[in-house]
């Protein structure tokens, strides 16, 4: 199938702007988080107008042959004006210095924040470039066709922007409404199903970024378009304004109604031998003990953690309980929490707890976890050797009752130090 991809000819896409991008069927993990099941695409395009050419991004380092065979049917190098890179992950730019050999004299369009990428990219031969950083609002021409840039990070990364080819209503967004999901027809309307495609990318690439995602949105939304143009998937040229509709709908709150202004305090557990479990369910009582805060347990005895995504990423604050087994703690717990990596957990409180037989080292292991996530930890974790005492399950109950009191902004916040640990 490679074969057949690299002989690919450039494909229309609007008037004079073309894809000379690459196919890549065979690949079947991406930044190694991603599952391929049937490839993906780096989509390059070529905009032509009567007094420049622009080429919007670039292809995958092993991808460069090709792009340049596509780039070349359709434009000389010395036609080429601009080299638009609307995000500097490798994916998209390992055909840059190949394609600056042939063409020095591009001006190079970046985000403020690209900058710092190009330079590592380029190193040394940075200074040997035009590069030009654009924001909101900044154009290039092209003559009789406009380029309007739109600067919007973190969708995924701190360097990403859109660009608005005007005249053509045509919205190049990178990976913002992208998918992996390689067919060789290339337009929406004309590719196989890929709406699981496009839901997966947006759960592993996307989600964590939504609160960005939404302000992108929010200077996508007013423009005029009639095509998207993303650098993975298929290019949304049939019902456009469709994925911007399903985009708002996967960023909105899904809780909001249900809890109202309620905190929601979510208890996750292991127990081997009832221990924690006991432990969890004191912690529970006491934090529902507050009417402004919802509580719930959840034991993840069950081994499947889908089912909680929703619910964790909506939660004010999180709580892991699991016993100390082999000086760690259990595997099941860190699933979940190294599934958190796609889910927006910065400035949520977290807490960690569990019962233990000899040293208790996996309290302080899980909420190192809970740092590196950025979450707040006000209270040391609570460890307990062996079965609790009717006393020690009213200490875990003041735990749960301290948690909800911090949620609700009743106790003055005290970040735990894990030197002192």
Same mark, same amino acid.
């Given at each position: 199938m490679a074969g057949a991809a690299d002989a690919m000819q450039p494909v229309p896409v609007a008037d004079r702007v073309h894809w000379v991008g690459a196919l890549d069927p065979d690949l079947r993990n991406f930044d190694i988080i991603l599952r391929t099941a049937n490839g993906t695409s780096y989509n390059a395009y070529v905009v032509r107008g009567s007094t420049g050419v622009a080429v919007i991004d670039t292809v995958k380092q092993e991808f460069t042959e090709p792009f340049l065979k596509r780039l070349e049917a359709v434009?000389?190098?010395?036609?080429?004006?601009?080299?638009?890179?609307?995000?500097?992950?490798?994916?998209?730019?390992?055909?840059?210095?190949?394609?600056?050999?042939?063409?020095?004299?591009?001006?190079?369009?970046?985000?403020?924040r690209g900058v710092q990428v190009l330079r590592a990219l380029l190193k040394d031969r940075f200074d040997d470039y035009a590069v030009r950083i654009v924001r909101t609002g900044?154009?290039?021409?092209?003559?009789?066709q406009t380029l309007r840039f739109?600067?919007?990070?973190?969708?995924?990364? %701190? @360097?990403?922007?859109?660009t608005?080819?005007?005249? &053509?209503?045509?919205? +190049?967004t990178c990976d913002l409404f992208g998918c992996h999901f390689c067919d060789a027809r290339l337009f929406n309307d004309r590719v196989g199903d890929f709406r699981f495609s496009f839901e997966y990318y947006f759960e592993h690439i996307m989600r964590p970024f939504k609160a960005y995602v939404v302000a992108a949105l929010d200077l996508i939304e007013p423009l005029d378009i009639a095509m998207i143009a993303p650098s993975h998937g298929p290019i949304l040229r049939a019902h456009p304004r469709q994925y911007i509709t399903?985009?708002?709908?996967?960023?909105?709150?899904?809780?909001?109604?249900?809890?109202g202004d309620q905190k929601?305090?979510?208890?996750?557990?292991?127990?081997?031998?009832?221990?924690?479990?006991?432990?969890?369910?004191?912690?529970?009582?006491?934090?529902?003990?507050? %009417? @402004?805060?919802?509580?719930?347990?959840?034991?993840? &005895?069950?081994?499947? +953690?889908?089912p909680f995504v929703d619910l964790i990423e909506e939660a004010d604050a999180l709580v892991f309980g699991s016993p100390t087994i082999n000086g760690d703690a259990v595997k099941t717990v860190w699933d979940l929490l190294a599934g958190l990596v796609d889910i927006d957990t910065k400035g949520k409180l977290g807490a960690a707890f569990g019962s233990y037989g000899w040293t208790g080292e996996?309290?302080?292991?899980?909420?190192?976890?809970?740092?590196?996530?950025?979450?707040?930890?006000p209270e040391k974790g609570l460890k307990i050797k062996l079965h609790p005492t009717d006393a020690e399950l009213e200490d875990c109950r003041d735990f749960g009752r301290r948690l909800a009191a911090h949620l609700t902004g009743r106790m003055q916040p005290r970040e735990v130090d894990f030197a002192d640990l």
């Open positions: 434009a000389r190098y010395d036609e080429l004006t601009t080299l638009v890179l609307n995000h500097l992950e490798p994916d998209h730019t390992g055909a840059v210095p190949e394609l600056l050999r042939r063409a020095p004299h591009l001006e190079i369009c970046v985000s403020p900044d154009t290039v021409s092209l003559g009789d739109l600067t919007t990070p973190y969708v995924h990364w %701190p @360097d990403t922007q859109c608005h080819l005007q005249d &053509q209503r045509l919205l +190049f399903h985009y708002r709908r996967l960023v909105k709150s899904r809780l909001a109604s249900e809890v929601t305090l979510l208890i996750f557990y292991v127990s081997a031998y009832g221990a924690t479990s006991m432990m969890a369910g004191a912690i529970y009582e006491g934090a529902a003990e507050n %009417p @402004d805060v919802r509580a719930s347990l959840f034991d993840l &005895q069950i081994g499947e +953690f889908t996996a309290v302080q292991m899980v909420e190192g976890r809970l740092q590196g996530l950025k979450m707040r930890v």
